[in-house]
């Protein structure tokens, strides 16, 4: 883990540049230094990535350096490299993460040690013994309540047993195993209350981030069909694309749910949602889950949009019915400007950009009304609306249905600003 969390420090100084690039491998001195300067430069920025790295590193090699000292100063341990590696896995990106793992590795530790205690006391020592064991423990390290600690209920079975061959006389093996329970138990417990007591992490500004990804995506996406519809570049290839990128989205929203999940996640055990925070309020976790269920729906909405230009048969496109396209265009152009107040800075945190959020919905619901007056007849003639190899009709259900879900955002920002400001 320790691993992972260094090349991602390292990984945020380079590029996939080649060689003789400024992240190649022939990059010299001054560009390694420029960049490292400018990632402890971001690393200052409140909620960047950077800062998250930089902490959850501090906090690591705290609370290690107190599972040393306690397990080799104050223990005297023989073995007190127990207590800093458990101590280690124990800082999670959440509070929660930190107690919820400490328990399945604690458990996985204590169910491999007894069960190499209670083979080898049963069965003696030797090389049978240690099969039996190794079986045992790799198949009860398959127990799903353990998660990705399993595979430890196996290795802490094989320090067990090299403990239990290396010392003599019962009293004293079983005194050695039960002092590596000991030592993971202390370990933990300090790698739990570092996570709790130092910095303890709300994730909010990671679900922000994530959220904001899928509205900049969303965004691009509206903005360019909606010049396409104005300008009258609706060609096959244009729409295929367009519906190509539109399925690109769900890995976005994916991860914004993920991100979602953590920051709820976040505030469970969390002292900082006890005693507040630095006099800026955030909204509730609850938000941010609606908020993203609502976007996940816009998203099919526009894919839906994107699916059925793409399915227009090209004999058709030749002669479309151009004021209702036009009339769609700026009903997307409108969503894109709607999108853009939530991809700034802080836009689900401040008034002033949930006004100007119910200003750009305003424009959206203008624009979907002169959408239903072209459908009650244009100046070149009613659209086919019934006609299911023709777009016209998915457009005015799926722009009714993208209206309603900004409307729904609309209220939601509002709900939280109201929380916020009582």
Not at 88 to 113: D, E, H, K, P
Not at 135 to 149: D, E, I, S
Request: with cysteine.
């Amino acid at each position: 883990m320790r691993g992972d969390l260094l090349r991602k420090v390292v990984g945020t100084w380079r590029t996939d540049a080649g060689p003789g690039s400024p992240g190649g491998p022939a990059a010299s001195g001054t560009d390694w230094y420029a960049r490292l300067r400018v990632w402890l430069t971001r690393s200052v920025a409140s909620g960047s990535y950077e800062r998250h790295t930089l902490a959850l590193v501090a906090k690591g090699a705290l609370a290690a350096t107190l599972a040393w000292l306690v397990a080799h100063h104050l223990m005297a341990a023989p073995s007190p490299a127990f207590a800093p590696f458990s101590a280690v896995l124990m800082v999670q990106v959440t509070v929660y993460q930190s107690v919820v793992q400490s328990l399945r590795f604690v458990g996985a530790i204590v169910l491999g040690v007894a069960l190499q205690a209670v083979s080898a006391l049963t069965a003696g020592p030797d090389i049978l013994t240690f099969v039996l064991v190794a079986l045992v423990a790799l198949g009860v390290g398959q127990w799903r309540a353990l998660g990705r600690y399993g595979p430890q209920v196996a290795t802490a079975a094989f320090f067990a047993f090299a403990t239990y061959v290396s010392t003599s006389g019962t009293a004293e093996r079983l005194s050695q195993l039960g002092q590596i329970v000991l030592l993971v138990l202390v370990g933990s417990a300090i790698g739990v209350a570092v996570n709790l007591l130092v910095f303890p992490p709300l994730r909010f500004r990671s679900a922000e981030s994530a959220l904001q990804t899928l509205v900049g995506s969303l965004r691009h996406l509206c903005a360019d069909m909606s010049r396409g519809l104005l300008e009258g570049r609706i060609d096959e290839s244009t729409s295929a694309w367009w519906r190509q990128r539109a399925n690109a989205l769900e890995p976005a929203v994916r991860q914004s749910r993920l991100a979602v999940g953590t920051a709820r996640e976040s505030v469970y055990y969390n002292p900082r949602r006890v005693l507040g925070g630095r006099g800026r309020s955030e909204p509730r976790p609850q938000f941010y889950e609606q908020l993203v269920d609502s976007l996940e729906r816009a998203v099919r909405q526009v894919e839906s949009l994107a699916r059925a230009l793409d399915r227009w048969q090209k004999d058709d496109r030749a002669d479309p019915h151009w004021e209702f396209l036009v009339r769609c265009g700026e009903l997307v152009q409108s969503v894109a400007s709607a999108l853009s107040v939530l991809e700034e800075p802080d836009g689900l945190r401040t008034h002033a950009q949930a006004e100007r959020f119910h200003e750009a919905v305003e424009g959206v619901r203008r624009h979907g009304s002169a959408l239903e007056g072209v459908c009650a007849g244009g100046s070149d003639g009613t659209p086919p609306l019934g006609d299911p190899t023709r777009p016209y009709g998915v457009f005015l259900i799926e722009t009714r249905r993208l209206l309603d879900e900004f409307e729904y955002v609309d209220e939601l920002l509002g709900g939280a600003r109201l929380r916020a400001s009582g």
